[in-house]
T-cell receptor, first 112, second 114 residues
Framework: QKEVEQNSGPLSVPEGAIASLNCTYS??????FFWYRQYSGKSPELIMF????GDKEDGRFTAQLNKASQYVSLLIRDSQPSDSATYLC????????????FGQGTTLQVKP | NAGVTQTPKFRILKIGQSMTLQCTQD?????MYWYRQDPGMGLKLIYY???????DKGEVPNGYNVSRSTTEDFPLRLELAAPSQTSVYFC?????????????FGPGTRLTVL
């Protein structure tokens, strides 16, 4: 059974701080890792993906992947109230099916 | 491009009723997916399709059926609605199934079964 685990939160940070969101996965065959943001009542939208060990930066967002420890994280620098949302971690596998396993999501609250 | 569209936005069903959730994409994507999201939970894959005429089960297929007669459309059928099927249903599409292929989501259908 492939599993993806996230702390449901809420994670509360002050405006301007760094928010750190974590995700662990059970299947060592996992190949790709996605972070989606979902505002309340809306559909998920992709923030970024990573599939190589190390860091990947995109603006205020940095994804970090450690395959040996089976975790992936998302750092949000200079957090803004507009970043308040649920962040979903999703894991993909080889085989060209496109299938993803999602974690339950972490709710982030950025307080002004 | 409208992207991925879903109808209806909301629906209330009685136990035992049937309905079809519609999903259409205009991005010429080959792959399409149906997920359900229960309150406070992540998304669970119901069915997916890698092209017209090809469908396969996901994590939670029981109680649902799908078809893919065209590239654009991927309807989800509930035959005998049960309260356990109360959820938000999202359709998504992607160009392919490669590791970096992004899935784009529709706005969702909120279904309540009473």
């Amino acid at each position: 059974q492939k599993e993806v685990e996230q702390n449901s939160g809420p994670l509360s940070v002050p405006e301007g701080a760094i928010a750190s969101l974590n995700c662990t996965y059970s299947d060592r065959g996992s190949q790709s890792f996605f972070w989606y943001r979902q505002y309340s009542g809306k559909s998920p939208e992709l923030i970024m993906f990573i599939y190589s060990n190390g860091d990947k930066e995109d603006g205020r967002f940095t994804a970090q992947l450690n395959k040996a420890s089976q975790y992936v994280s998302l750092l949000i620098r200079d957090s803004q109230p507009s970043d308040s949302a649920t962040y979903l971690c999703a894991v993909g596998f080889s085989g060209n099916t496109g299938k993803l396993i999602f974690g339950q999501g972490t709710t982030l609250q950025v307080k002004p | 491009n409208a992207g991925v569209t879903q109808t209806p936005k909301f629906r209330i069903l009685k136990i035992g009723q049937s309905m079809t959730l519609q999903c259409t994409q205009d991005m010429n994507h080959n792959y399409m997916y149906w997920y359900r999201q229960d309150p406070g939970m992540g998304l669970k894959l119901i069915y997916y399709s890698v092209g017209a005429g090809i469908t396969d089960k996901g994590e939670v297929p029981n109680g649902y059926n799908v078809s893919r007669s065209t590239t654009e459309d991927f309807p989800l059928r509930l035959e005998l609605a049960a309260p356990s099927q109360t959820s938000v249903y999202f359709c998504a599409s992607s160009y392919g199934g490669a590791l970096s292929d992004t899935q784009y989501f529709g706005p969702g259908t909120r279904l309540t079964v009473l």
